[in-house]
């Protein structure tokens, strides 16, 4: 598996910009926030190292593209308001959910107001696209905690339940963690059937995209029967052999190897008691 490293590339077309300022040409939309003016935005902390150092910090590469092999950029666009504040964004040019909802996510995070842009000395809406580049290199950083925690091998917890991935886990001492987690949940309900969904932060919906069963055939192993799969076609009608071992009653550490792959992948899941899920959809063009 390849290393990965999130380059964030913040396109600043400084050149269309001043041309379009030196010939008095303002494109202006419908709804009458405007493309083009002789200032644009400029986010007040810090410009565009600001940015930068924010998007550094805060994006995430989701676990299934990295699984996947799955990199690319993601356009995101919104309005920078008269007042400074950010709204109405949008992915104008995607990738693959999980890349776009990632980027999404981290744009609409972003802390603090813009000095908003102007046209002909005064305020006006402004639109702004901040595009966000994924590449994969070298060796992979799943999240792991194989080298920071020790396992309690004492703990008897059935696996049923609802886990939720996590994409970032760092050990706080006296067995707390700081846990950021994904758009995706492992339901495993006590009469043995599997679900896996996925939370859409885009379109709202929360949509199953595997099905099956799962049995428990040791301390440390259980298998997932998958009936049908969106996400990884060839997962469906195969059996997948995961190992796991609880770091807590609700954090859990599995390992497995995906059909057709030539090495294990590992994964990071939280039992959520109330997670936010919506009555999960089964979209009639995938079951």
């Known amino acids: 598996m390849k290393k990965v490293t999130c380059f964030l590339l913040l ?6 910009i001043q041309m379009f300022a030196q010939e008095k040409m303002v494109q202006v939309r419908e709804d009458g926030v405007y493309m083009y003016v002789d200032q644009m935005p400029v986010y007040s902390q810090g410009g565009q190292e600001g940015i930068m150092k924010y998007l550094t910090e805060a994006v995430r590469y989701p676990i299934v593209a990295q ?11 919104f309005v920078v308001k008269k007042n400074g504040r950010i709204s109405d964004f ?18 609409k995070g972003i802390p603090g107001k813009w000095i908003p842009g102007r046209e002909k000395g005064k ?7 901040i595009p966000i580049s994924f590449r994969l290199t070298g060796k992979s950083q799943l999240p792991s905690l194989s080298n920071s925690v020790t396992v309690n091998k004492n703990i008897k917890t059935p696996l049923e339940g609802i886990w939720q991935i996590c994409t970032c886990v760092k050990p706080l001492g006296d067995g707390k963690f700081d846990i950021q987690t994904g758009p995706y949940l492992k339901i495993l309900s006590s009469d043995k059937n599997l679900f896996n969904v996925h939370l859409s932060v885009i379109s709202g919906r929360s949509v199953i995209t595997a099905m099956g069963t799962y049995e428990q055939t040791s301390d440390n192993t259980y298998v997932e029967k998958i009936f049908k799969s969106v996400t990884d076609p060839e997962l469906t009608g195969a059996d997948s052999n995961l190992e796991f071992r609880f770091v807590s009653e609700n954090l859990l550490e599995i390992s497995y190897r995906l059909p057709g792959r030539p090495v294990n992948s590992k994964e990071i899941w939280v039992r959520v008691i109330q997670p936010n899920l919506k009555q999960p959809e089964i979209l009639l063009q995938t079951f």
């Open 90 to 107: 949008k992915v104008v040019r995607g990738v693959e959910p999980s890349l776009d909802e990632e980027a999404l996510r981290v744009v």
């Open 123 to 129: 305020k006006v809406p402004v639109s702004y696209t």
């Open 67 to 77: 699984e996947k092999g799955i990199s690319g950029n993601v356009f995101v666009q």
């Open 11 to 16: 396109a600043w077309i400084c050149n269309s």
